[in-house]
């Protein structure tokens, strides 16, 4: 979904090859007049990121993530968020980013067929820290991450998840977190088409990540990877390292090497008015992507009040056939639909706390009713519009059948949620931390004109009290 801004300052780009105006645009964005609407979105996917983050810290991905950076002993430039461990930036990024795609609570771009925020927002905070940057350059810096990492998705190409041969998921997060990087320390055009040759150069990336039955070497797929190579990018660049022409649209470069459907005009078109932020998405729920809509319907068809086991004959759920396999019959419960449905329609909503809990999965009465629940792979349901839809049909004891088929999701831009319901999202993430330390982190992220130090020091401060809870 291609949104524009009514009104937004037209960015007048360079003459010249696609690069030199995707350059000019990174070396401008933080001098450019943002709309206060792509500000506020971007404070939103800065506090679902840092939520993110600090859920992400204890789970397998996270608690890595942060070993292996502390090990390297690399550094005293940036933080690993929630501690007073600090490292080089790109150790910083690396840790902070395996933590935030440690869960299935971070954010999404359907069309960039990317998570974005779990490697922009690692990279910019990591490099505005350590150039004191203020927080509206950090939230111009994030948008512009995801302006430059989705274009360099949507430029390859792709028909559908089926023909994707490389992972884009790892492709357009590296471009925005090189982007995001590049803007904070300054870059000129010049030193900006070279960051997007050592870019090009260190894209990579196998969509066999969905066998991962850990989600730790996931994490660095979409996050981790991305947010350390982009920095280091930038840092080259920033040092003077000089690159051939033309990486993304010359011969034997990025778009011939990786594209199926070569789209180059799509790497720069509307930059400065197409503010893809706003297409991004926020999950609702924290639980799998294509779970979100399954979700949403159970909780029209119930408005969200529990239900008796008892009542419920039988449950069919037809989701997408090209993502159903993701998330049928999994181990983790936040990616498991049939364990998810049997929680909802129990206890009447999905909480952060309910999603994750793994002793949950071997319940009897949540056993006995993911029983009755059936997915069906849907062609129909693959190729409709909006994205990720689904249907969901339960048939009740006393002869009743409900329905309910989930055309928009929420917390999509065709049904995005406002900050306040970002901010609950938060809370319930946040749940054990006391209320005040985490109202802090909300309020510096979306009612603040923040130093970096103090969104730090919140971090560090929700993650003490988190442990003071045990």
């Not at 997408?320 to 998330?327: A, C, E, F, L």
């Not at 603040?448 to 929700?462: H, M």
């Amino acid at each position: 979904m291609a949104i524009a801004v009514k009104g937004a300052v037209s960015v007048t780009l360079e003459n010249g090859p696609i690069e030199t105006q995707v350059a000019a645009y990174i070396a401008s964005s933080l001098q450019q007049d943002v709309p206060d609407v792509v500000l506020e979105r971007a404070r939103c996917h800065l506090l679902d990121t840092l939520t993110a983050i600090l859920s992400g810290r204890f789970l397998p991905a996270g608690e890595f993530g942060y070993a292996f950076a502390a090990a390297a002993n690399s550094g005293n430039e940036a933080t690993f968020l929630g501690s007073t461990w600090r490292g080089s930036l790109e150790y910083a990024a690396f840790a902070n980013a395996m933590a935030a795609h440690a869960d299935e609570t971070d954010d999404s771009h359907i069309r960039g067929r990317l998570h974005p925020g779990c490697a922009m927002v690692p990279a910019a905070i990591a490099v505005a820290e350590r150039e004191n940057a203020g927080s509206e350059a950090l939230l111009k810096a994030i948008a512009l991450g995801y302006d430059i990492g989705a274009r360099a998705n949507i430029a390859l190409g792709y028909s559908s998840p089926r023909t994707t041969i490389f992972s884009t998921h790892s492709i357009g997060a590296l471009f925005g977190a090189s982007a995001a990087a590049a803007a904070l320390m300054g870059l000129t055009t010049k030193q900006a088409e070279a960051l997007l040759s050592f870019t090009v150069q260190q894209t990579s990336g196998l969509s066999y990540w969905n066998r991962d039955p850990d989600h730790v070497e996931k994490s660095f797929d979409f996050g981790a990877k991305a947010a350390r190579n982009g920095v280091f990018a930038a840092l080259l660049a920033k040092a003077g390292m000089t690159a051939p022409d033309r990486p993304l649209t010359g011969e034997r470069a990025y778009l011939a090497a990786y594209a199926e459907n070569p789209k180059p005009d799509e790497l720069c078109a509307g930059l400065g008015d197409r503010f893809e932020i706003l297409a991004a998405s926020i999950k609702k729920w924290s639980v799998g992507s294509p779970i979100q809509s399954v979700l949403d319907a159970v909780e029209v068809l119930f408005g969200g009040e529990p239900v008796d086991p008892a009542t419920i004959d039988s449950i069919e759920v037809r989701l997408p056939s090209n993502r159903i396999h993701v998330v049928d019959d999994r181990h983790m419960p936040a990616i498991c639909t049939q364990h998810l449905v049997a929680i909802a329609l129990i206890d009447g909503r999905v909480t952060f706390a309910s999603s994750h809990d793994e002793a949950r999965m071997q319940a009897n009465d949540v056993l006995a009713l993911r029983q009755k629940v059936r997915l069906v792979p849907d062609d129909g349901l693959t190729d409709a519009r909006p994205e990720r839809q689904s249907i969901v049909t339960i048939q009740m004891s006393n002869g009743d059948v409900k329905r309910h088929h989930t055309r928009v999701v929420r917390g999509t831009p065709d049904d995005p949620m406002p900050a306040s319901e970002v901010a609950g999202k938060a809370e319930d993430i946040l749940g054990p931390i006391q209320a005040d330390r985490g109202q802090g982190l909300i309020d510096l992220c979306l009612n603040s004109d923040f130093e970096i130090a103090d969104l730090v020091d919140a971090c560090r401060i929700n993650i003490e009290a988190r442990r003071s809870y045990g």
